[in-house]
């Protein structure tokens, strides 16, 4: 199936780094979404953005839609160990059967 | 967000037999969406569950394999049929809320179904 290309794979950073990752696709969507998964867990939504350049906060991330509508950006600020995890950003098409392309994923380990 | 219950959580399957992965969440919802996840792997859509009628299946999968029942706007349910090693793999699913032109789509905590 499509999916959506995500980078970096995996990261391992300390205790305390801001941590970037990024999703980019060839078609553009109208709504993006970024989510953790835990072991053993379904994803969990972490941020939804809905409009080209904005930017959103939760807490310690911030995410944002890119201006082409092509592509999105999270950060976390001063990472904790809880931060672990696997992040997935997920694109909502815009025409035809409206559906959600995942990315390939980002697996964040941090160092304490 | 909308509360999703998934049953089972996980279960081992003997190769040949079918499984029915139940999905019920506490509000109606427009979309149902069912995923599949191998392991270390993302998320590939299965299928969308419309309710009264033949679910949407994305290329790759078919009806036969998977079939999907949706009879309202908080069930549905998602067969592997046939089962075989390769079906291995945590099973989503997923619902979408919308305001206005706003949607988010939340997941139920997955089946990990394992076949031998």
């Known amino acids: 199936g499509q999916q959506l290309n995500q980078s970096p794979q995996s990261m391992f950073i300390q205790e305390g780094e801001d941590v970037s990752m990024n999703c980019t696709s060839s078609s553009i969507f109208n709504t993006w979404l970024w989510y953790k998964q835990d072991p053993g867990e379904g994803p969990v939504l972490l941020i939804a953005l809905y409009k080209a350049g904005e930017l959103t906060s939760n807490g310690r991330l911030t995410a944002q839609f890119g201006t082409t509508r092509k592509d999105s950006f999270l950060n976390i600020s001063a990472s904790i160990p809880s931060d672990v995890g696997i992040y997935f950003c997920a694109g909502r098409t815009t025409s035809g059967t409206y559906k959600y392309i995942f990315g390939t994923g980002t697996r964040l380990k941090v160092l304490a | ?116």
Do not use: H
């Not at chain 2, 994305?58 to 036969?64: P, Q």
């Not at chain 2, 079939?67 to 945590?90: A, G, H, Q, W």
């Open chain 2, 1 to 116: 967000s909308a509360v999703i219950s998934q049953k089972p959580s996980r279960d081992i399957c003997q190769r040949g037999t079918s499984l029915t992965i139940q999905c019920q969440v506490d509000s109606q919802v427009t979309m149902m969406f069912w995923y599949r996840q191998q392991p270390g792997q993302s998320l590939t859509l299965i299928a969308t569950a419309n309710q009264g009628s033949e679910a949407t299946y994305e290329s790759g999968f078919v009806i036969d394999k998977f079939p999907i029942s949706r009879p309202n706007l908080t069930f549905s349910t998602l067969t592997v049929s046939n089962m075989s090693p390769e079906d291995s793999s945590i099973y989503l699913c997923s619902v979408e809320n919308s305001w206005g032109a706003d949607t988010e789509a939340f997941f139920g905590q997955g089946t990990r179904l394992t076949v031998v």
